[in-house]
Nanobody, 115 residues
Framework: QVQLLESGGGLVQAGGSLRLSCAAS????????MGWYRQAPGNQREMVAV???????TYVASVKGRFTISRDIVKNTVALQMNSLQVEDTAVYYC?????????WGRGTQVTVSS
């Protein structure tokens, strides 16, 4: 069983920055994928950025060059640095972890970008 706790959401003006953090507790093992997804009202949940236990990263096209995902292997945390935020980035952001035993989700944190 893995528990995920997100932090760092909030309200920011367009062009600003926020940093999201996700702490994983429980056994995630040595092979996993962790990442961030988001869901805006009326939209489907979409992958924003993921990082593997080996350090490989994948981003959705709309955030490339603006967002950076990173992980701390010792602390079992994953962070999403979001720069040059746009109104279109407004959504609930969810931390996700995929391990051999299953997929786990955090409760989500709201990110609101005002114009």
């Amino acid at each position: 069983q893995v528990q995920l706790l997100e932090s760092g959401g909030g309200l920011v003006q367009a062009g600003g920055s926020l940093r999201l953090s996700c702490a994983a507790s429980g056994s995630i093992g040595s092979r996993y994928v962790m990442g961030w997804y988001r869901q805006a009202p009326g939209n489907q949940r979409e992958m924003v950025a993921v990082i593997t236990s080996g350090g490989d990263t994948t981003y959705v096209a709309s955030v490339k060059g603006r967002f950076t995902i990173s992980r701390d292997i010792v602390k079992n945390t994953v962070a999403l640095q979001m720069n040059s935020l746009q109104v279109e980035d407004t959504a609930v952001y969810y931390c996700q972890c995929s391990v051999t035993g299953g997929n786990y989700w955090g409760r989500g944190t709201q990110v609101t970008v005002s114009s």
